[in-house]
């Protein structure tokens, strides 16, 4: 109902963020938090295409926050990696067990997703491949950058 035609005469289309775009938003951000010297803006921007200023800014304050329950008194690049990971996959669970034949099924297929993005012109290259299970029914995940 609320978009129903003559509700509103103007809609304004806000596109994701490109590389550079995302520099800026993570350089914002990342102002707030004490960071090590491997945290490079460009860097994470380069693990972070489709985010959107709110995904970064979660991003940041997820990294924050794993960098805080390791007690640490800096933020790094390893945070930064693990946060994607959490936001893209899920969090992991490790109480999820998988049978041996499960892990087995679950490695042919995370190697089938690698192996084609491998064969594949003009794909992301594969970065991390795992059969840890994460997030809702992921038994496994392939990440490319």
């Known amino acids: 109902?609320?978009?129903?035609?003559?509700?509103?005469?103007?809609?304004?289309?806000?596109?994701?963020?490109?590389?550079?775009?995302?520099?800026?938003?993570?350089?914002v951000h990342m102002k707030k938090a004490k960071l090590a010297a491997d945290v490079d803006a460009e860097k994470v921007a380069a693990l972070t295409p489709g985010f959107t200023g709110a995904d970064?800014?979660?991003?940041?304050?997820?990294?924050?926050?794993?960098?805080?329950?390791?007690?640490a008194d800096v933020v790094t690049m390893d945070d930064f990696n693990n946060a994607v990971e959490r936001i893209v996959a899920g969090l992991e669970k490790r109480n999820r067990?998988?049978?041996?034949?499960?892990?087995?099924?679950?490695?042919?297929?995370?190697?089938?997703?690698?192996?084609?993005?491998?064969?594949?012109p003009g794909v992301d290259p594969v970065?991390?491949?795992?059969?840890?299970?994460?997030?809702?029914?992921?038994?496994?995940?392939?990440?490319q950058r």
């Not at 035609?5 to 938003?25: E, M, S, T």
């Not at 970064?56 to 007690?71: F, G, K, S």
């Not at 892990?103 to 594949?120: D, F, K, N, Q």
């Open 56 to 71: 970064l800014a979660n991003l940041v304050n997820e990294a924050t926050l794993l960098a805080t329950r390791r007690r």
């Open 97 to 120: 067990l998988l049978n041996p034949r499960e892990r087995e099924i679950v490695a042919y297929h995370e190697m089938g997703h690698a192996l084609v993005a491998m064969a594949l």
């Open 1 to 27: 109902a609320l978009l129903r035609a003559g509700r509103f005469d103007r809609q304004v289309l806000v596109d994701r963020p490109d590389k550079q775009g995302r520099v800026q938003i993570l350089q």
């Open 127 to 143: 970065h991390k491949v795992s059969i840890i299970p994460r997030g809702v029914g992921a038994l496994g995940y392939t990440i």
